[in-house]
Nanobody
Framework: QVQLVESGGGLVQPGGSLRLSCAPSGSIFGINAMGWYRQASGKERELVARITIGGSTNYADSVKGRFTISRDNAKNTVYLQMNSLKPEDTAVYYC?????????WGQGTQVTVSS
């Protein structure tokens, strides 16, 4: 079974930066889009950023201008560059692949923004 492997989370001070990466452990065909979601403690999971196979992107209002999503189509790898991080960005971040027949989810990576 193909799994999504995430990396790049951790502890960072407010105003700092982190870069998340996500790649599948095997081949996934028929990908429509890839993205990142997050879930803070006691809150519902929410979309952070998404990028389609054609390169169109959309972002949560709370991260616009601070986060950038990108992908390497050849490697089916998606990245999330997070700058100017705020304490309210603290959450578990999940990678998502929107494939023709199903969704794939990563195991989640913790991002903590704290001084």
């Amino acid at each position: 079974q193909v799994q999504l492997v995430e990396s790049g989370g951790g502890l960072v001070q407010p105003g700092g930066s982190l870069r998340l990466s996500c790649a599948p452990s095997g081949s996934i065909f028929g990908i429509n889009a890839m993205g990142w979601y997050r879930q803070a403690s006691g809150k519902e999971r929410e979309l952070v950023a998404r990028i389609t196979i054609g390169g169109s992107t959309n972002y949560a209002d709370s991260v616009k201008g601070r986060f950038t999503i990108s992908r390497d189509n050849a490697k089916n790898t998606v990245y999330l560059q997070m700058n100017s991080l705020k304490p309210e960005d603290t959450a578990v971040y999940y990678c998502n692949v929107d494939q023709l027949l199903r969704d794939y989810w990563g195991q989640g990576t913790q991002v903590t923004v704290s001084s």
